[in-house]
């Protein structure tokens, strides 16, 4: 079963349970190191409200987008809660992120897993929309993004499941058990 | 046999690059796609088929509109075989430098070359002593593009282990992978680099990521099960689809040493070997 999602998002979030295969369409904003601290500095370029933020960095040419798949969430873990509490209703990513992050996103987002390393998969389902913070360069700057159905997995729900946890939480204890000592 | 001045051999060089590196971006090895679709028809869990699905769409895509499968171009690394009759000169990397900064500005790839202490970028995925050129002696000149991401890069290790547990090796790799988590992107490959020097086993390790991946011996097939039982999954959402498969390369080492390395490779193992046309 996949839900379809369209931004701007709202309580609809809060239905979602780790696991769950979502579509989204609709604008995203992408956000790497450098455009959460500068967002943080200057305020949001666009409204927050219901935003999604992307976290890539993506290959641009002209007005296409050339590759635009995932980068390492983690990275984001301790940038991540001013968006939020601006009214941020999801992350896209890859990888997951920390505890910290989880408790955060209870009772307000989701975090939403998009295959690493598919970039051209990502270009076929987006158009550009708009860019701010050019002056960052091209991976860094926010680009607006309009999303046609990307397929996506719930990684990280509002009540507080991490999908990416639980896996590492089994993986240790399978090798504790594959390794004795 | 007529002579093949500087000039020539350079540009031979330089088109092979730019070739190999177009073909290695936009088109998955054959192996490499099969082994992704077998682990797709066998995988049980629904997250990591819907993972697996998007990857084999993500590998159609690319072919179809020749467009990079990954927006991490990665690094070049370059591996030539040289026959006895062609000079080994300067003219090689010098093609090789030019094949890379070429094929950067019309694929196009990411320039991820930077210089490492100060970060700046060269723009051509060109620096000091990149791209990484490996020469050794063959029958036929062909040229291997294997560029690399620094997702599965990042998290690769190396150990000198104690060489009365020569039993640690399988766990050093295991550990490695369960460390790696969903951070290399997987379903991965594992390079792994059995003896030597401490420098030679970490090139062993990604020589071994040249090799096919249809074939494992029963040592690189017990890994390989071991590594998919942590059940990490594709892209760390679980199931049994961790490991693609192991390769191992050895080679003779000091009776007081055991270096081991294990280069992991993304699901995007992305090689391509051409003849070099003089």
Redesign the interface.
């Known amino acids: 079963m996949t839900t379809h999602l369209n931004t701007p998002l709202g309580d609809e979030v809060l239905d979602l349970n780790a696991?769950d295969?979502v579509t989204l369409s609709g604008m995203v904003y992408t956000a790497r190191d450098e455009a959460h601290l500068r967002m943080q500095e200057e305020g949001f370029p666009f409204d927050p409200k219901g935003a999604v933020i992307y976290h890539c960095?993506?290959?641009i040419?002209g007005e296409t987008v050339?590759?635009?798949?995932p980068t390492?969430s983690a990275r984001m873990n301790a940038l991540t809660g001013f968006l939020l509490d601006a009214g941020v209703r999801a992350l896209i990513g890859?990888?997951?992120m920390n505890a910290d992050v989880a408790g955060l996103l209870r009772g307000r987002a989701v975090y939403l897993?998009f295959?690493?390393?598919?970039?051209?998969?990502a270009?076929?389902r987006m158009n550009v929309r708009g860019v701010w913070f050019e002056d960052l360069g091209m991976?860094e700057a926010v680009w607006a993004l309009e999303l046609d159905h990307l397929?996506l997995?719930v990684?990280m729900d509002a009540h507080g499941h991490d999908?990416?946890g639980?896996?590492?939480e089994?993986?240790?204890a399978?090798?504790v058990r594959?390794?004795p000592k | 046999m007529h002579t093949v001045t500087e000039q020539q051999l350079c540009q031979a060089v330089s088109d092979a690059t730019k070739r190999a590196l177009a073909i290695a971006e936009t088109h998955l090895p054959d192996d490499v796609t099969a082994a992704l679709q077998a682990a797709y028809a066998s995988e049980k869990n629904?997250?990591a088929r819907?993972?697996l699905g998007?990857?084999l769409?993500?590998i159609a895509?690319?072919e179809e509109?020749n467009?990079?499968?990954?927006?991490?171009?990665g690094v070049p690394v370059i591996f030539i075989t040289l026959p006895r009759k062609i000079p080994l000169t300067a003219a090689i990397e010098e093609g090789v430098r030019d094949g890379v900064a070429r094929a950067t500005a019309s694929i196009?790839l990411?320039p991820n070359v930077v210089s490492p202490m100060t970060r700046a970028n060269s723009g051509t995925n060109c620096g000091e002593g990149m791209p990484i050129v490996h020469i050794s002696p063959g029958d036929t000149f062909t040229l291997t593009a294997l560029p690399k991401?620094a997702?599965s890069e990042n998290v690769s290790r190396i150990a000198m282990l104690l060489p009365s547990r020569v039993d640690d090796i399988r766990?050093f790799v295991?550990?490695t992978a369960?460390e790696a988590?969903?951070?290399p992107?997987p379903p991965v490959i594992l390079g792994v680099g059995i003896g030597g020097t401490f420098d030679r086993a970490a090139l062993l390790a990604k020589e071994a990521l040249l090799e096919p991946i249809n074939d494992m011996d029963p040592f690189e097939q017990q890994i390989c099960d071991?590594v998919n039982?942590?059940?990490?999954?594709?892209?760390?959402?679980?199931g049994a689809t961790t490991c693609l498969a192991v390769k191992v390369k050895q080679a003779g080492c000091h009776t007081a040493s055991l270096p081991v390395a294990v280069n992991i490779q993304?699901?995007?193992a992305r090689r391509a070997t051409v003849e070099v046309v003089l």
């Not at chain 1, 295959?115 to 998969?121: D, F, I, K, R």
């Not at chain 2, 467009?67 to 171009?73: E, F, G, L, N, V």
Request: aromatic letters at 4%; glycine letters at 20%; a positive charge.
């Open positions: 696991g295969r960095g993506p290959v040419s050339v590759a635009a798949g390492t890859k990888g997951g897993a295959t690493g390393g598919c970039a051209a998969l270009a076929s991976p397929p997995t990684g999908l990416f639980d896996v590492t089994r993986a240790q399978e090798f594959m390794f | 629904p997250v819907a993972e998007a990857i769409e993500n895509l690319a509109t467009r990079p499968i990954c927006q991490d171009t196009p990411r991401g997702g766990r295991v550990e369960l988590g969903g951070r992107c071991d039982r942590l059940g990490i999954g594709p892209m760390g959402l679980g993304c699901w995007a």
